[in-house]
């Protein structure tokens, strides 16, 4: 007989010890990502999964914003963020931190989801806007590009379950 | 040098396509989930992942509608959905048909989602409302409860994200 847990039960971290915990060394980088919704899940994803940080690039919303807080659930408050005017310009300073950057997209040469072999170093996951994807620029500088394989009518899934399913996927044997 | 896809370049299945293809014999129960977001993100999934059906239940809203619609991206024509007047009647139905039901919840004795075994048998998921989650009832009536396990500060993931990873963890080596 299984019986529900409240949140004090669950022993889930505190701000603090959040923000003092070993993070994975996963950075989310949201490309024009227009919808605040969206940006909102990642953050409470991004916190679920312990990750570094998101960087909020182009016309991507940023904390504090009544709209993300809807979805982010308090989330913004632990997730380390940045903003960058560019995701050209993120890339770049990724990369020069030894960052492998991977856009995550329908395109040809990528690499399938269940394909890709993941072993916790520094990696940097690029989802792009709602409608235009990963610009094909930052796309290209890209190291690579990880496809979630999909079988139905739809061209993609929506951009906060594609965060889930990516980051699952990488730490599904870590946590 | 990769390309992004448009949808015509996928090979993605047509809506008639959809409706005669061999379905992953797995339903999904909407336990009262008061999103209409959620309830198109549902569908949009499922949609990618061939799933059987989607049985929306007690409050949970139903197409046509135009804020299932925002999510959904017209995942409603090809997914085959059902309404039941109550949870506890969708398993009872269910249980009838030879599905194994689980909940998806935080609970005490929860098999984590990383440890649960599937095999392509038949399989119903309940996932419950925003803020109370799967009846106890309802829970008490399932086979088990499978739990995403979560390392940050919140108590749960969004649904919508929670479909997204149950979904692709079944079926990651079956896409």
Same mark, same amino acid.
């Given at each position: 007989?299984?019986?529900? +847990?409240? =949140? ?7 701000? $603090? @010890? !959040? ?8 950075? &989310? ?6 919808? +605040?919704? =969206? ?7 991004? $916190? @679920? !999964? ?8 182009? &016309? ?116």
């Amino acid at each position: 007989m299984s019986q529900k +847990l409240k =949140n004090e039960e669950l022993n889930r971290l505190s701000v $603090d @010890a !959040f923000k003092s915990a070993q993070k994975r060394p996963i950075v &989310l980088v949201l490309d024009n990502v227009r919808s +605040l919704n =969206n940006v909102g899940s990642a953050f409470r994803t991004a $916190d @679920a !999964f312990l990750i570094e940080e998101i960087i909020l690039c182009g &016309l991507t919303g940023s904390p504090p914003n009544k709209e993300i807080e809807k979805t982010a659930l308090g989330a913004t408050a632990s997730v380390n963020w940045s903003h960058c005017e560019t995701t050209l310009d993120a890339i770049k300073q990724l990369k020069e931190k030894k960052y492998r950057c991977y856009a995550v997209e329908q395109s040809t040469n990528s690499i399938a989801l269940n394909k890709f072999s993941y072993a916790d170093e520094k990696i940097a996951l690029v989802f792009g806007n709602e409608v235009y994807g990963v610009d094909q620029e930052v796309m290209t500088t890209c190291e690579g590009v990880i496809e979630v394989p999909q079988l139905g009518t739809k061209h993609s899934f929506n951009i906060s379950v594609t965060v889930g399913i990516v980051l699952w996927e990488l730490l599904r044997d870590k946590v």
